[in-house]
């Protein structure tokens, strides 16, 4: 487990990715917002992280340490990007707080709690225990539009027989149940490799129920 959990988990965070903007991709390209900049951008540049993530998870596995850390440059530069274009977009789609559903007002503290993740992690790259952990988390905080979009295309078509509201009514209990579940498996991550649970695991997992708790709260 301590050699291949983190190889897995980003392989797994990139199929997710590919799957829910499989539309984007592949079945539905003439869509208006594979012609809008702003969406073409942060969707290159979000790929662009997952990708990375995956190989820069790998490199570690193989004890690659000099190109890991080369590539490591690479993606902090990608971070920001990510950054820059989620915030691009946020603006551009802004229609006030009080009209956002509250996930679409978690995404608007999970960006910036993201980017103060990766930057603890370049600040924390010689304490490989945080640092991993601190871009695995961060990454965690960014998935909420990727799982929603695997909901029509994974999980609608098994169920047959299913009414519309039914459909809808599981789509939040199935979303967090995933969400919190790689949380959640980085905890056993950390007590099956060190016995104690890791405080950024911790935190991280804290920090996103609080999150949560303000936005359903205000």
Same mark, same amino acid.
């Given at each position: 487990m301590?050699?291949?959990?983190?190889?897995?988990?980003?392989?797994?965070?990139?199929?997710?990715? $590919?799957?829910? +903007? @499989?539309?984007?991709l592949?079945t539905?390209?003439? /869509?208006?917002?594979?012609s #809008?900049?702003?969406f073409?951008?942060?969707?290159l540049?979000?790929?662009?992280?997952?990708?990375l993530?995956?190989?820069?998870?790998?490199?570690?596995?193989?004890?690659?340490i000099?190109?890991?850390?080369?590539?490591?440059?690479?993606?902090?530069v990608i971070?920001?990007?990510?950054?820059?274009?989620?915030?691009?977009?946020?603006?551009?789609?802004?229609?006030?707080?009080?009209?956002?559903?509250?996930?679409?007002?978690?995404?608007?503290?999970? $960006?910036?709690? +993201? @980017?103060?993740?990766?930057?603890?992690?370049y600040l /924390?790259?010689r304490r490989? #225990?945080?640092?991993?952990?601190l871009?695995?988390?961060?990454?965690?905080?960014?998935?909420?539009p990727?799982?929603?979009?695997?909901?029509?295309?994974?999980?609608?078509?098994m169920?047959?027989g299913?009414?519309?509201?039914?459909?809808?009514?599981?789509?939040?209990?199935w979303?967090?149940?995933l969400?919190?579940g790689?949380?959640?498996?980085?905890?056993?991550?950390?007590?099956t490799?060190?016995?104690r649970l890791?405080?950024?695991?911790?935190?991280?997992?804290?920090?996103?129920?609080?999150i949560?708790?303000?936005?359903?709260?205000?």
């Open positions: 301590q050699r291949y959990y983190f190889p897995v988990v980003t392989l797994l965070l990139l199929l997710f990715t $590919l799957v829910g +903007f @499989s539309d984007n592949f539905n390209t003439g /869509q208006p917002s594979n #809008d900049p702003k073409i951008i942060h969707g540049l979000c790929g662009a992280w997952m990708l993530l995956f190989v820069q998870a790998n490199l570690v596995r193989v004890r690659n000099g190109l890991h850390q080369k590539l490591g440059m690479a993606g902090i971070a920001l990007g990510v950054t820059l274009s989620t915030i691009w977009v946020f603006i551009m789609v802004w229609k006030g707080w009080a009209a956002m559903s509250p996930e679409v007002k978690a995404n608007r503290i999970l $960006l910036p709690s +993201f @980017s103060i993740f990766i930057a603890l992690a /924390q790259r490989p #225990d945080r640092h991993r952990r871009i695995l988390t961060g990454t965690f905080f960014m998935m909420e990727v799982l929603a979009r695997c909901y029509d295309p994974v999980v609608v078509p169920m047959v299913w009414s519309e509201p039914q459909i809808e009514a599981a789509f939040l209990p979303l967090f149940t969400w919190i790689l949380f959640l498996s980085l905890l056993l991550y950390d007590w490799t060190m016995k890791h405080p950024v695991s911790i935190v991280a997992l804290l920090w996103f129920g609080l949560w708790f303000t936005v359903t709260s205000v």
